[in-house]
């Protein structure tokens, strides 16, 4: 079965790593030389002199033989597997897929390709590869900006299963209609990031300025002053989280200046349509897109626009975005409907809770932050989980007791102690199957059980996480875990 028809949630071990090995196969046959599960050079997607010399640098640096092992193989996975590069009118087009679905996501798209931005500015093909993406994203956000998924060709319909039925305007060129505010907030963050790497201008053209407008037009639309606004989504599903509420409106919210979501990170249905993570990343991304369109466009009416918004869902997030836990502690909560109510749990997905410091929408040692992130990992959290293996946190994507690689990394992203880093590098290390990748989700007591055996957004953070390591704290990446 192709995995175009397969969902999300349900690529489960036995499948193939990025069309490499098999999960069923014997553990580290070939211990203990562990054989690199990378595709031979000619069958590489597109190949980057900088980060083969990063995988060699930081690899000399790693202590533990499976931790290096599994670097080597993840870190370059986005490259090496899903990336297809084209050029459109003359000028660079990348298309990059999530890994075992064959479509391109905002968000994963953005965030696979981040672990390489230190490296772009000396690397030409990397450079291309970004302009690329760029490109690609700003035409896929004017095709639909409520789309969170795209085909490769614009005029193609989605060949998704799930979403062959889905009731809403499914446009040509879009996979999946999921409106998720994150979607919006990466191809911003992506564009900022590139420009303070590189001050190169060449990507931010007209096109990628009327994209721009799109987005805030579409947050602003979705702040629901003057009614529902445009978008509504009903899904044929035996599950409620692939479906919107009230024939596809989703639950009532009480306009307040923040920005309605209908779906999370996790592509998983809103419980109340404010989504208090996505929201702060929004307000932080808003002021990145206003950097790039005053210094790279001199673009000052943009600029201006993302700006203003940004300090509306400030203020409105500084108004409503907080509860309070039973044992009176004030955090952040994870959604809230503008009425009064607030739902007080965290997700993996990034954005979340946890990941607010990684995003850099707090300092990492913001009070409120901190007491939110040790609620998300604690009991308080119903979907914290605590196994025989590992602990962390899902959430209601894959069921629960599964636990997602990506809460223990952005955990160890986000400035945690000597210890903590140590303890989730562990469990990173030892709930991969022996496969040599990080997965979508794994069972809190049997990590052989688990989704997504190529699932590129999670082999690039890891790789993020390790780099990171290696320059900010070599002693422990070099020490035994």
């Known amino acids: 079965m192709s995995a175009s028809t397969m969902d999300r949630r349900t690529v489960m071990a036995g499948g193939v790593a990025g069309g490499l090995?098999?999960?069923?196969?014997?553990?580290?046959a070939a211990r203990p030389s562990l054989p690199s599960k990378r595709p031979a050079l000619a069958d590489r997607n597109f190949t980057s002199r900088s980060v083969e010399r990063e995988i060699a640098r930081v690899s000399a640096r790693i202590g533990d033989p499976k931790l290096r092992w599994m670097f080597g193989n993840c870190y370059p996975n986005t490259l090496d597997t899903t990336v297809r590069m084209s050029t459109i009118g003359g000028a660079p087009d990348a298309f990059v897929i999530t890994g075992d679905i064959p479509c391109l996501w905002l968000r994963d798209s953005s965030a696979q390709v981040r672990p390489y931005l230190h490296l772009v500015r000396d690397d030409p093909a990397l450079r291309t590869l970004f302009r690329g993406l760029i490109a690609r994203q700003s035409r896929s956000i004017l095709i639909d900006p409520y789309a969170n998924a795209f085909m490769e060709s614009p005029t193609a319909k989605t060949d998704l299963s799930w979403a062959l039925k889905d009731q809403t305007e499914m446009k040509p060129g879009v996979a999946e209609r999921k409106w998720e505010i994150d979607s919006l907030c990466y191809p911003m963050r992506l564009a900022y990031g590139y420009w303070q790497a590189t001050r190169d201008a060449t990507p931010f053209d007209a096109t990628w300025a009327e994209a721009a407008r799109a987005s805030i037009r579409t947050y602003r639309e979705q702040q629901r002053k003057d009614g529902r606004g445009p978008y509504s989504f009903l899904r044929s599903s035996n599950r409620n989280t692939e479906t919107m509420a009230l024939e596809g409106w989703g639950n009532p919210a009480k306009p307040n200046g923040l920005i309605q979501c209908g779906f999370r990170p996790s592509d998983d249905s809103c419980v109340y349509p404010y989504l208090i993570p996505s929201n702060l990343f929004a307000v932080t991304t808003l002021r990145e897109l206003a950097v790039v369109a005053s210094e790279a466009r001199h673009d000052t009416a943009l600029a201006a626009d993302a700006t203003a918004l940004a300090n509306e869902v400030e203020a409105a997030l500084v108004?409503?975005?907080?509860?309070?836990?039973?044992?009176?502690?004030?955090?952040?909560?994870?959604?809230?409907?503008?009425?009064?109510?607030?739902?007080?749990?965290?997700?993996?997905?990034?954005?979340?809770?946890?990941?607010?410091?990684?995003?850099?929408?707090?300092?990492?040692?913001?009070?409120?932050?901190?007491?939110?992130?040790?609620?998300?990992?604690?009991?308080?959290?119903?979907?914290?989980?605590?196994?025989?293996?590992?602990?962390?946190?899902?959430?209601?994507?894959?069921?629960?007791?599964?636990?997602?690689?990506?809460?223990?990394?952005?955990r160890a992203l986000a400035g945690a102690d000597d210890a903590t880093v140590r303890a989730c590098l562990r469990m990173l290390r030892d709930t991969d199957a022996d496969t040599g990748f990080i997965h979508e989700a794994f069972d809190k007591d049997d990590p052989a059980k688990f989704t997504r055996s190529w699932f590129a957004w999670a082999n690039g953070l890891f790789g993020e996480l390790i780099v990171q390591l290696a320059n900010t704290r070599p002693a422990l990446l070099a020490s035994a875990l």
């Open 21 to 28: 090995a098999l999960v069923g196969t014997p553990a580290f």
């Open 319 to 410: 108004a409503h975005g907080r509860m309070r836990l039973r044992d009176g502690r004030e955090v952040w909560a994870y959604e809230v409907d503008g009425f009064g109510n607030a739902i007080f749990m965290d997700d993996a997905n990034v954005p979340s809770l946890s990941a607010l410091a990684y995003m850099g929408c707090v300092p990492a040692t913001d009070p409120l932050w901190r007491r939110t992130a040790q609620a998300a990992w604690s009991d308080a959290n119903p979907y914290f989980f605590k196994g025989s293996k590992a602990e962390g946190i899902g959430g209601p994507h894959v069921g629960l007791g599964q636990i997602w690689p990506m809460s223990l990394i952005v």
